[in-house]
């Protein structure tokens, strides 16, 4: 194996691993409070994470999937259940 710079993990690239799992966490949060006010964080979080690595795209599309799939369920289900939006 050669050692190449664009082999090597670069500790922002577990940064930005963490911000995508924060994300994530954040996005399946939504399902049970209030998305309006989680969801720009997650965004932001995901978006930040995007910025810093190219390693983890896989994760950090799989988290501007599960953000936007969570706000709109977990906005059905304020609206079902009465609760506050926002």
């Not at 409070?33 to 994470?49: D, G, M, Q, W």
């Not at 995007?50 to 906005?75: E, H, K, P, W, Y």
């Amino acid at each position: 194996m050669s050692s190449t710079t664009s082999e090597t993990w670069r500790p922002t690239d577990a940064i930005a691993g963490l911000l995508a799992a924060a994300a994530l966490f954040i996005g399946f949060l939504e399902l049970v409070y209030r998305p309006f006010r989680l969801t720009p964080v997650a965004v932001i979080l995901l978006l930040v994470a995007t910025v810093m690595s190219r390693r983890q795209q896989r994760l950090i599309a799989l988290g501007f999937a599960v953000v936007g799939v969570c706000f709109v369920a977990g906005a059905a289900l304020q609206v079902w259940t009465k609760h506050p939006l926002f």
